[in-house]
């Protein structure tokens, strides 16, 4: 698979227009125009989206007291604080994200030759749509004991028979990176994927902590290493007094630090592996169309140190821009603590089982932080506290009903990097809960043009939304080889006479940018063009009937089968975009 940062260029053509008339670089004949009357340079450029921040997104999900999301409020029904202080919200949309079973249909199937092969249903009478629904399940294989993960791949698999439509697509992935199937609708490599993930040496070697001696968690470990806190120190300590039967404490007390390095090392390192496998799929969930949902299965892990709370806020900002939605399914179901530990555990001394176990506690409750962390920032549901694994799993994956998207631009901003709170309130109706993200970080950086224009490119080809603010219509064909592979053009036609343009000296300027990409029939990219057209008109030509307009043609090389092409195009001037895609099935 090909990265979306590999597109390379497209042609261009200038469709309509006479050999004699200097609108192209080159003529419709091939012959080069001289380069002090050319008024359109074609530019290839890679593409390199990079997010800005300084209009901050909110998504925002308001329930009632039975727990339905609510889609009919308003702008004036949201108050919106950045650090205590009141935000005006420039930016409101609403999205219903519950869109059937996730086929769209596509309007344009070609043939060989460019023939339209027309009709809305295969030969094998399945729908001609194309998959817009996207659910990775991420087991935290890290962290989870044996039993949850019996029980949570059982009730996975009983969603994926039940829920899973055939124009849908799900993957498997694990925070140990052992066990990975990509995006399929093959229900029987879904199932070979889930069992095959096992616990591995990170639950081994976290059982061999806690019955060392002295026994310790990540926790305590990182309560006695990184907070210096004595009384869990004191506690560790009268457990190595009686497991090594000491009776220096200062010896005990060392036993307890070396114990607790060792535990915040192992646990550290874990918490590492789960956020960089959630980075990783976030960042492959952001180039699939459509609607994407991430559930994570995990009893929780702890995100103890500034550098990874920093990472969890980040992950939390990527997905908020990639539309990924995150639930959360806390592995342990209706979970009790055990005073003294549960029969795994070694209890040492019966003199320090309360204090250990108010430590157990806060040490369940900062677990389950982070997938309430992440569930709310981007408007998905932390599912906890309760046996049911397959009304978890169904209400994790599915994607809330409405989705509000506040966005505003700080008052006063520091371009400084630091962490701002956020908070949201409803204020029309009772009973109405919005759950939101809690803080972003302050950016280092102006957002610029270009930036924009990336991040608003980006955004319109990874969905499925049709745009037509501008002139541009998309066509496609295809021409088979001996080989058995095929050519595939996709031609964007632009109407030049109904753009904007900027007047500057003798010019009208305006800068049109293309991009042209390949999905696969699971919602794969595959490959990509890219072309900005720099239009400097003079007068004369502006006054010319351009009938026929311009075209920008780019060609693919793919084999047999069915792909997606999609069309984007935004203009410099009026900063307006059109969006189209087009279904093509190669036999």
């Given at each position: ?66 727990g339905r999301a609510v889609g009919e409020l308003g702008v004036n029904d949201f108050q919106l604080f950045d650090n205590g202080k009141p935000q005006m919200i420039s930016k409101f949309t609403v999205q219903k994200l519950t869109p059937g079973n996730g086929a769209v249909t596509l309007p344009v199937v070609t043939s060989p030759n ?201 992950l939390i900002e990527r997905a908020v821009k990639a539309n990924v939605v995150i639930g959360a399914l806390d592995a342990r179901g209706l979970y009790t603590m055990i005073p003294g530990g549960d029969a795994s555990q070694r209890t040492l001394n019966t003199a320090t089982i309360n204090a250990k176990s108010r430590y157990a506690t ?226």
């Open positions: 698979m090909k990265s979306f940062r590999s597109f390379v260029a497209a042609s261009i053509l200038c469709a309509g227009i006479s050999a004699n008339f200097p609108l192209c670089a080159q003529t419709a004949q091939g012959t080069p125009a001289p380069a002090t009357a050319a008024e359109v340079a074609s530019k290839d450029a890679p593409v390199t989206f990079k997010s800005g921040v300084n209009l901050i997104p909110v998504p925002v999900v308001v329930r009632d007291s039975k460019g023939a339209p092969a027309g009709g809305g249903v295969r030969a094998d009478g399945e729908p001609d749509g194309i998959p817009d629904r996207f659910v990775a399940y991420l087991f935290d294989d890290l962290h989870m004991s044996l039993s949850d993960l019996v029980y949570t791949r059982d009730a996975a698999r009983r969603e994926i028979d039940s829920s899973l439509h055939a124009l849908d697509r799900a993957a498997i992935y694990t925070t140990s990176g052992r066990q990975t199937m990509e995006f399929t609708g093959d229900r029987e490599k879904l199932h070979a994927a889930l069992a095959a993930i096992a616990t591995g040496p990170a639950q081994a070697q976290k059982a061999l902590a806690q019955n060392s001696c002295p026994p310790m968690t990540y926790y305590m470990g990182d309560r006695i290493n990184n907070l210096n806190d004595t009384e869990a120190l004191n506690v560790a300590a009268a457990d190595a007094m009686v497991c090594a039967n000491l009776h220096n404490l200062a010896m005990a007390q060392q036993m307890a630090r070396q114990a607790a390095r060792e535990a915040a090392s192992l646990g550290d390192r874990d918490t590492v592996s789960a956020l960089d496998t959630l980075r990783t799929v976030i960042n492959r969930m952001a180039t699939m169309p459509g609607q994407r949902s991430i559930v994570l299965v995990s009893p929780g892990f702890l995100v103890v140190t500034t550098d990874r709370q920093d990472e969890e806020t980040r806060a040490e369940a409750n900062a677990q389950a932080d982070v997938m309430a962390n992440l569930s709310s920032g981007t408007g998905g549901t932390f599912y906890r506290n309760s046996n049911d694994l397959d009304e978890g799993f169904a209400r994790t994956a599915a994607a809330p009903d409405y989705l509000y998207i506040l966005g505003f631009s700080p008052l006063g901003l520091k371009l400084d990097g630091r962490y701002h709170d956020l908070k949201v309130v409803v204020t029309r109706g009772k009973g109405l809960v919005p759950q939101a993200r809690k803080g972003y970080y302050a950016p280092r950086y102006a957002q610029d043009a270009a930036d924009l224009a990336k991040q608003q490119l980006e955004e319109a080809f990874f969905t499925r939304d049709e745009l037509h603010d501008l002139p541009a219509m998309l066509h496609t064909e295809y021409f088979k080889s001996d080989n058995g592979d095929a050519t595939l053009l996709a031609v964007t036609k632009i109407d030049v006479k109904k753009l904007a343009f900027h007047r500057e000296a003798d010019r009208n300027r305006n800068d049109v940018t293309v991009l042209t990409g390949l999905f696969d029939n699971d919602g794969n990219y595959v490959s990509g063009q890219q072309k900005t057209m720099e239009f400097r008109l003079l007068d004369s030509t502006l006054e010319k009937p351009l009938t026929d307009g311009m075209a920008v043609r780019s060609t693919f090389t793919v084999h047999p089968g069915r792909y997606v092409v999609r069309m984007v195009v935004r203009d410099s001037e009026g900063q307006l975009m059109a969006a189209e895609s087009a279904l093509v099935e190669i036999r």
